[in-house]
């Protein structure tokens, strides 16, 4: 209000000057400098937030844009962590045609937004438009009534105990071409990339579970797949996207088109007899068996994106968290007596021959190591709501309708004020004491509240499949070197995580 009082006394003054022109040019003058003031510090468009911290390197009207532009992909959790330290547990910037985010780092602030006041907050319109075309109508992107619908139907499908048991008939049979491609490359003595390995196998997984065939990757691991290298580039695309106001300048069209594969699936099933009551419904069949609320079934564009979705999810963020947790277990500054666990756990379980669904169920130790290295490499190491109303965070914190709320699980889960003075040391153990059961609010790389991820348990049942390979040794080529991570939504290594593996006795034959 202020600001338009000094406007109208301008104009008043403007109106009855003689020089007409040279007036003008003060008004203009004028405008800009009040503007110039009252955007000094923030971006155009957003509300200055005196009663929050910032970090430095703002500038007039357009806020932290370029601070962020500065900031290199490699490098940007760290940063964020840095802040942390530095800001505290609350900080805020601001960034034009995004608006401003109050990035917001502790169990309290995101269990508020994501559960307890789960209504006041959603993706988002800006989430929408820059991820539109990348995830289309599905389950990623969409809000409200959309959202509702689709989170009933996959939830419904996921919770079957049909499709948990032929899940694990799934991974059973391509975790066999796992050991025959590890058994080869032992003979051989040739190194492996455990992170194109581990989306291989989470891609043929996928394949077998969503539309009853493998694609093949793992028998075909050293070559370069096209649907993983265009699931990459797009996660790179939406990262970019979600922090840069220019995006659409700076990207003329998005250069991969996934979609096209997806629909010939659908085609394929129709085309399929499935009167034969031994031939079992995978994913997508069930999705096209299935109806909306109005008992009408779903177009094929609907399907695909549903489908989508559920890969690019599945197949990044479960493949990265397996390498990942290849490189914690076998890192040189480790306890031997915890690899020992690990290796013990793996024998004695198949050793029992149970069904693999009810093997993998008793890898707790291997499980554990998958949540303790998802704690410090989180697939999704940053997540973002926009505020929908007013609202008032646990800490006091106001935070405006129209405004983000932004947290990183990548920071908090190397935040020694959430996991105590140990949190640098990579210890499975922790979640064998009760930490899983009441982790929910510190430990969120699944989420929490109604968008809690509805594949987790399909996602635990992956990484225990290929973690618990037997009768293998698997030894870093750089034992010392930790992995950077690449830029995109998850968090890829760069230059993957070259091993090689040997044969070894198991546990339970060795004489002594």
Known sequence: MALLHYLYLIYERTLTSTSVTSNKLKLITAIIALLTYKYRSHAIGTRRRDDLKEPKGAVPFLGHMFLMASILGTKLHDVFLKNYHELGLVWSISLPGIGRMVQGDSPELIEHVNKTNFAAYEKGGHFNVALGDIFGDGIICTDGEDWKSQRKQVTQVFNVKFFREYS?????????????????????????????????????????????????????????????????????????????????????????????????????????????PDKKRDLLMMFMEATDSDEQPYSDQYIVDMILNLMVAGLTTTSEGIAWTIYMLFREENDPEMLKAFVREVDEAFGDGLPAFETHKKLKFVEACFYETLRMFPALPRNLRLCLKDD???????????????????????????????????????????????????????????????????????????????????????????????????????????????RRIPVADVKE
Not at 239 to 266: C, Q, Y
Not at 409 to 425: A, F, I, K, L, N
Not at 467 to 477: A, D, H, P, T
Request: proline fraction near 5%.
């Open 168 to 276: 694990s008939e799934a991974l059973s049979k391509e975790s066999l071409k796992v050991l025959d491609c590890l058994d080869k490359a032992a003979a051989s003595g040739a190194v492996v990339d455990f992170q194109e390995f581990s989306r291989a196998f989470a891609l043929d997984s996928l394949g077998s579970a969503l539309f009853g065939e493998s694609f093949g990757c793992i028998e075909n691991v050293k070559e370069k797949v096209p649907f993983i290298e265009a699931i990459m580039e797009l996660l790179e695309i939406a990262s970019t996207r979600l922090v840069d106001p220019l995006w659409k300048v700076r990207e003329a069209i998005t250069t991969v088109e996934l979609r096209p594969g997806t629909t010939r699936m659908i085609v394929k099933h129709r085309a399929d007899d499935w009167s034969d």
């Open 392 to 502: 008032i965070l646990p800490d006091g914190t106001r935070i405006y309708a129209g405004e983000r709320f932004t947290w990183s699980p990548y920071t908090m889960g190397r935040s020694e004020r959430v996991w105590g003075s140990d949190v640098e040391t990579f210890k499975p153990s922790r979640w064998l004491d009760g930490e899983k059961s009441s982790s929910l609010k510190k430990f969120n790389p699944f989420h929490l509240g109604p968008r809690e991820c509805i594949g987790q348990g399909f996602a635990v049942l992956q990484a225990t499949t290929i973690l618990g390979f037997k009768n293998f040794e698997v030894q870093l080529i750089e034992p010392g070197r930790s992995p950077a991570y690449g830029v995109g939504m998850t968090l890829p290594m760069i230059g993957g995580l070259p091993v090689r593996v040997s």
